[in-house]
């Protein structure tokens, strides 16, 4: 599949026009991610189509809290990555290439049908970044809207504006992963740039996409009080109050095996402090219990969504997404 995404040269060379990095990309040579190749003068997208993962999971495990809660989403990935994080948790998919993966073809008319068989609102394009494979992801998605099926990104956001804009209308929801608050942090482990990710978030906010924003705080690494707020006061300012957050813990992986895991109670200051800068829905991931999952009212302060793990247990908000104690909407 000739890439869609793309910017000619000349008459053998080519830029990848997909992320940030614009990889120029010459004659038999792949780019950063390893899923574009320059065959005789083309951008070929080698990894179109080819599934690496096909499941059904609940759509609080994207983490998406606020976007259909307790509905099903197919998930599907494929391989490569356009960041380089030592702590990936599916890095044996996100680090692999094609050659050394276990893959197989299953087209956008099989991913649909898929999705209706099993009774999914939405497909959801994780494990690895869904990004890179956008001509698999663009096709899917629009065949799924036409048969009334919504589109997820799990996505680390290092998308180019100038493609993001072409493929928007058919992104119904994201939960991007910001690796950190710290620019010096992207460049040194992600191979990536923070501004990048802050202003594709943004546009996918404005452009109707329903965002949450998923933060991994790593001992010593990024979770100082300061990223924390500021990272924060960025969300309440550029992307509303009303976004989700999702205070993830770290477990050691990959090549930060060295790392301990994150404390509990960084987890919990951590929400205290996004709260106190305004972000009104901040829940924490992989610790169970606490009702850190749980969806609590900005106004009354009572849980109108309850959660153990992915299973919601009680609902007390009205069809219109008001609170059932105290009327705020939610």
């Known amino acids: 599949m000739e890439s869609r995404f793309v910017e000619k040269l000349d008459e053998d060379t080519v830029r990848c026009t997909i992320c940030p990095r614009m990889c120029v990309v010459k004659p038999g040579e792949k780019g950063f991610c390893g899923t574009k190749e320059n ?3 083309k951008l070929v997208s080698i990894t179109y189509g080819q599934l690496s993962a096909f499941a059904v999971d609940p759509i609080e495990k994207k983490p998406l809290a606020h976007f259909h ?11 490569g990555c356009s960041f380089t994080c030592p702590w990936c948790q599916n890095w044996h998919i996100s680090m692999s290439s094609l050659e050394d993966s276990n893959t197989r073809y299953v087209s956008p008319e099989e991913v649909v049908e898929a999705a209706m068989a099993q009774g999914c609102t939405s497909i959801s394009y994780t494990y690895n970044e869904p990004l890179i494979n956008l001509n698999y992801v663009e096709d899917t998605a629009r065949l799924a809207h036409e048969n009334e099926i919504k589109n997820v990104l799990v996505t680390n956001g290092y998308v180019s504006i100038q493609v993001l ?14 690796k950190a608050f710290n620019r ?6 992600c191979s990536g740039e923070l501004q990048a ?3 594709a978030t943004e546009h996918m906010k404005k452009n109707g996409v329903h965002v949450e924003v998923t933060f991994l705080i790593i001992p010593e690494t990024n979770d100082s009080p300061d990223e924390t707020r500021e990272m924060a006061r960025y969300i309440v300012e550029h992307l509303g109050p009303e976004t989700p957050l999702h205070l993830s813990r770290f477990f050691p992986m990959y090549k930060f095996r060295h790392v301990p895991e994150t404390p509990v109670e960084t987890l919990v200051k951590a929400r205290e402090m996004a709260m106190e800068e305004g972000v009104r829905y901040v829940f924490v991931g992989n610790v169970r219990g606490g009702g850190y999952e749980d969806t609590i009212c900005h ?3 009572k849980p109108v969504v309850k959660r153990s793990g992915y299973t919601i247990t009680s609902w007390h908000l009205d069809e219109d997404k008001k609170c059932d104690y105290c009327g705020a909407e939610v």
């Open 197 to 199: 990710v802050l202003d």
């Open 299 to 301: 106004v009354c302060g």
């Open 69 to 79: 809660p307790g509905s099903l989403s197919l998930s599907v990935s494929s391989v």
């Open 184 to 189: 010096e942090f992207y460049r040194k482990h």
């Open 39 to 41: 065959v005789d003068g």
């Open 165 to 178: 804009e072409r493929v928007v209308d058919v992104i119904d929801a994201a939960n991007v992963d910001w």
